[in-house]
C-alpha cells in the first residue's frame, strides 16, 4: 500500500521518533562529507502553487546528496495552470515520477491528488497544517534539549497550519502545548478537541510562555492574507516575543520561528538572534529531516 504524509498523524509516534534520529544521522553523516546514494535514480516531483525558499532547495538538494533528481512544477508548467483536474494530473504524474511533493493552498487539494496516486505524496504545505515542517523543529529540539516528551512548548500568535502542526507533534511526541492567540485567531476547534488535555488555550501570552521549554511564533500575515495585513497588526499587538517573554520562559528554553520573519512584529530582534534562538538550525534541519521522510518512503 502506498505511504503518503500529508499529515504528522499519517506517522505512528515510534516511526515520527525513527524520522528524527535517522535525520539527526543523515545530517552527520552530510557533515562528514560520506556519500549515501539510497534513491538513485529516483526522480521527486515537486508541484509549487505557494512558493518558497526553504522548501525547494531543501527538496531539491536533498533529492541531489541520496543520488536522486527533484524537477520544480509551476502551475505555467503543468496543465494545472490550464485547469486539468487535479485527479488527473496526479494520474499523469505519478505514472513518471516516483514521488510526489506539493506545496499548496487547500488541503483537500492534496488529499484528493493522494487518492489517485500511484506513488507517495508529501505535504510541502497547505493551509491547514505544515507537516515537514515539524519534523525538523522537532529534530532541532532534541538535538539542543534532548527528547521532547512531557515538555512544554508555548506557541505564539495565529492558529494557522503551523498551530495545528504542533498540536498533532503534541499528541505524537507526549509534549504539552500552550496556546496564545487573540480572540478570533483560535485553531480550529476539532483540530484541537482531538488533543484533549495535551493543549491549553490562552488568551494572556505571558502567562502561556511561564516556565516554557520552547517558544515558537510565526508570522501574523501569511502568504495570501496580505490584505489582512493592518487588521492582523492590530489583532496581534501584544503577541510579540519578546525578551520580557523569553524571560518568563524557563531559563533554558529555545526559540524557534519557521521562517521568513519579520523582526519588530511577531518577534523582537534581540529575540531571534539570540544565543537561545535556533532558527538557523531548524531551517538547516529542513533538509535533513525531508531526506530522512523521502528515504523512509521510497525504499
Not at 1 to 26: K, N, Q, V, W, Y
Not at 114 to 121: D, F, G, I, N, T
Request: charged share 25%; glycine share 6%; hydrophobic share 40%.
Amino acid at each position: 500500500m502506498t505511504r503518503h504524509f500529508l499529515t504528522l498523524l499519517d506517522l505512528t509516534p515510534d516511526e515520527f521518533r525513527g524520522l528524527i534520529s535517522r535525520a539527526r544521522e543523515l545530517k552527520q553523516l552530510q557533515h562528514q562529507g560520506t556519500i549515501i546514494e539510497p534513491l538513485k535514480h529516483k526522480v521527486l516531483g515537486m508541484i509549487f502553487e505557494k512558493s518558497s525558499t526553504r522548501t525547494r532547495v531543501s527538496f531539491e538538494a536533498g533529492m541531489t546528496q541520496l543520488g536522486g533528481a527533484a524537477m520544480f512544477l509551476s502551475p505555467n508548467d503543468t496543465q494545472l495552470g490550464r485547469g486539468e483536474p487535479i485527479e488527473d494530473t496526479a494520474r499523469v504524474l505519478s505514472r513518471m515520477v516516483d514521488c510526489v511533493m506539493i506545496r499548496t493552498f487547500e488541503h483537500d487539494k492534496i488529499e484528493r491528488f493522494a487518492e489517485y496516486s500511484r506513488v507517495p505524496v508529501i505535504n510541502g504545505l497547505t493551509d491547514w497544517v505544515h507537516p515537514c515542517q515539524l519534523l525538523a523543529d522537532m529534530q532541532t529540539y532534541f538535538e539542543h534539549r534532548g527528547d521532547i516528551q512531557g515538555r512544554t512548548v508555548t506557541w505564539v500568535g495565529d492558529g494557522n497550519n503551523m498551530c495545528h502542526s504542533y498540536i498533532n507533534a503534541a499528541r505524537q511526541l507526549d509534549f504539552h502545548l500552550n496556546i496564545a492567540c487573540p480572540e478570533g485567531y483560535d485553531p480550529d476547534a476539532e483540530i484541537l478537541s482531538a488533543a484533549g488535555e495535551r493543549c491549553t488555550l490562552f488568551r494572556d501570552p505571558l502567562e502561556a510562555v511561564a516556565g516554557a521549554d520552547l517558544v515558537v511564533t510565526d508570522v501574523w500575515a501569511s502568504m495570501g492574507q496580505e490584505e489582512e495585513q493592518k487588521q492582523r497588526e492590530k489583532a496581534f499587538a501584544n503577541y510579540q516575543v519578546t525578551t520580557e517573554f523569553m524571560a518568563r520562559a524557563d531559563e533554558r528554553a529555545l526559540f524557534m520561528h519557521c521562517l521568513p520573519a519579520h523582526r519588530g512584529e511577531e518577534v523582537a530582534a534581540d529575540v531571534i538572534d539570540a544565543p537561545d534562538s535556533v532558527v538557523w538550525d531548524e531551517a538547516e534541519n529542513r533538509l535533513h529531516a525531508q531526506k530522512a521522510l523521502l528515504e523512509f518512503l521510497l525504499t
